[in-house]
C-alpha cells in the first residue's frame, strides 16, 4: 500500500470515527487543513450558505449552520474506502430540515464525500446527493 493511501485509509477511519459517535465538530478540528475547500451539490442561500466555501472557520461556520437549520434523529457513516490520496465514505441521514424547500418534513437522505488528504490533513472534500429529497 502507497504512503498516500495508507494517509488516506488512516484519516478516513478516524473520519468515520468521529461522525458515527456524532463528533463531526470534533473531527472538522482534528482532520481537517486550515485551507480547507468544500464542495456541496447545492448552497443553501436561505441560510447564507454558498455552494463552495474554503478555510477552516468557512468550514465550521459551514457545519455549524447545517446543524442549526436541522434536526438529527439518526445518523450513520460508512467506510472509508480509499484511493491514493483520496478516500470516499457515505452517510445516511434521518433529519428534519429546519429551512428551505422541506423544512418541517422529516427525510431520508443518503450522499457520498469524496475526499482528499495531503500531509494527514484533509485538504478537500465534495459531497455527492440526489437533490429531489432536498
Known amino acids: 500500500m502507497s504512503t498516500e493511501t495508507s494517509d488516506a485509509l488512516a484519516v478516513g477511519k478516524k473520519l468515520v470515527e ?17 485551507d480547507i475547500v468544500s464542495v456541496e451539490v447545492m448552497g ?3 441560510v447564507g450558505m454558498p455552494r463552495e466555501m474554503s478555510g ?4 465550521r461556520g459551514k ?3 447545517w ?3 436541522h434536526e438529527v434523529h439518526k445518523s450513520a457513516c460508512e467506510g472509508p474506502w480509499p484511493h491514493g ?6 452517510f445516511d441521514m434521518d433529519v428534519t430540515p429546519k429551512a428551505g424547500p422541506t423544512a418541517g418534513q422529516r427525510i431520508q437522505m443518503k450522499e457520498a464525500a469524496l ?4 500531509d494527514g490533513k484533509i485538504v478537500h472534500e465534495q459531497f455527492f446527493y440526489d437533490m429531489e429529497g432536498c
Open 18 to 34: 468521529f461522525c458515527n459517535q456524532g463528533k463531526g465538530m470534533e473531527a472538522i478540528d482534528a482532520l481537517y487543513a486550515d
Open 44 to 46: 443553501m442561500p436561505e
Open 56 to 59: 477552516i472557520e468557512a468550514i
Open 63 to 65: 457545519s455549524k449552520c
Open 67 to 69: 446543524y442549526d437549520n
Open 85 to 90: 490520496d483520496k478516500f470516499i465514505a457515505t
Open 115 to 118: 475526499y482528499t488528504v495531503k
